[in-house]
């Protein structure tokens, strides 16, 4: 049974950091996975924010978020990261880790599993 257990997340003051995690099980990140994070708001469509596939050498950013969040993934932990600084309001979202092998990094329907979900808050 695969599992990916979110952590990390919270609430921050604009220009803050946090970082979550993704500890999968029953799953192996390995040069054959496609990570990923999204992000959901009510009323708003899931929105892609970065994805990590080819052993980690490639990877994908929403513009939005581009040069201020990073995903990472440690294989021998078997978990994915996302850090977020430099964090605004509009950063504001449930976020969402997911685990497929192979397809489109940056389409939710090409991956198989997903976390839990963590709140990040971010304040003015």
């Known amino acids: 049974q695969v599992q990916l257990v979110q952590s990390g997340g919270g609430s921050v003051e604009a220009g803050g950091s946090l970082r979550l995690s993704c500890a999968a099980s029953?799953?192996?990140?390995?040069?054959?996975?496609?990570m990923a994070w999204f992000r959901e708001t009510p009323g708003k469509e899931r929105e892609k924010v970065a994805a990590?596939?080819?052993?980690?050498?490639?990877?994908f950013y929403a513009d939005s978020v581009r040069g201020r969040f990073s995903i990472s993934q440690d294989n021998t932990r078997n978990t994915l990261y996302l850090q977020m600084n430099s964090l605004k309001p509009e950063d504001t979202a449930m976020y969402y880790c997911?685990?497929?092998?192979?397809?489109?990094?940056?389409?939710?329907?090409?991956?198989?599993?997903w976390g839990q979900g963590t709140q990040v808050t971010v304040s003015s």
């Open positions: 029953g799953f192996q990140i390995n040069a054959r996975a496609m």
């Open positions: 997911a685990a497929g092998q192979g397809g489109l990094p940056f389409e939710p329907r090409e991956y198989n599993y």
């Open positions: 990590i596939w080819n052993a980690g050498v490639s990877t």
